[in-house]
């Protein structure tokens, strides 16, 4: 069978919400990549970009739980503003990230107050990566403090 014919037929097994879900999340990759160039190009951006690369080093060194949710705010906002979700990550932090142990906590506290994101959001928004965060989130699945909806990268999480 031609390629594009099991390519329809797989479309049309799709559920509408799936197939939504799938453009949604297109439309955001390209927004980011978007937002990317525009920061390559624009001075502010770049600045902006270098101060949270320059936050993503002192939460890499820092271990005052104040400093750290400080500079977690800071890198927050002004990813935010770059419309980037974290793509000036390091891996020394996201090592430091899961070494600390407060994963979980931080994990389920920011499910909480941030009802339906998907793991990519959840992981930019605690300045790691979403592989170091599924295996915590799984553990918290299997605990019944967390449930999800949908599948695969459309996943999105609630607390239970």
């Given at each position: 069978m031609?390629?594009?014919q ?19 999340s297109?439309i955001?990759?390209?927004r ?25 080093k ?21 990813a ?17 990230a899961?070494a ?17 994101q ?5 992981a ?19 605990a019944g403090?967390?449930r ?9 999480y609630?607390?239970?």
């Amino acid at each position: 069978m031609p390629k594009k014919q099991q390519e329809s037929i797989r479309r049309q097994r799709r559920s509408l919400d799936q197939q939504i879900e799938a453009l949604q999340s297109k439309i955001v990759a390209l927004r980011e990549r978007d937002a990317r160039k525009q920061a390559k190009t624009d001075p502010v951006l770049r600045l902006v970009a270098s101060a949270v690369k320059s936050i993503d080093k002192g939460l890499a060194l820092t271990e005052n739980a104040g400093m750290r949710k400080g500079l977690g705010e800071a890198r927050s906002i002004l990813a935010g503003s770059l419309g980037i979700d974290g793509a000036q990550r390091t891996p020394a932090r996201r090592r430091t990230a899961a070494a600390n142990g407060d994963l979980p906590e931080a994990l389920l506290s920011y499910v909480r107050s941030n009802p339906g994101q998907r793991s990519e959001h959840i992981a930019a928004a605690l300045s790691t990566d979403a592989a170091t965060i599924r295996p915590v989130m799984k553990r918290l699945i299997a605990a019944g403090q967390v449930r999800t909806e949908g599948q695969k990268r459309g996943m999105t999480y609630e607390a239970v």
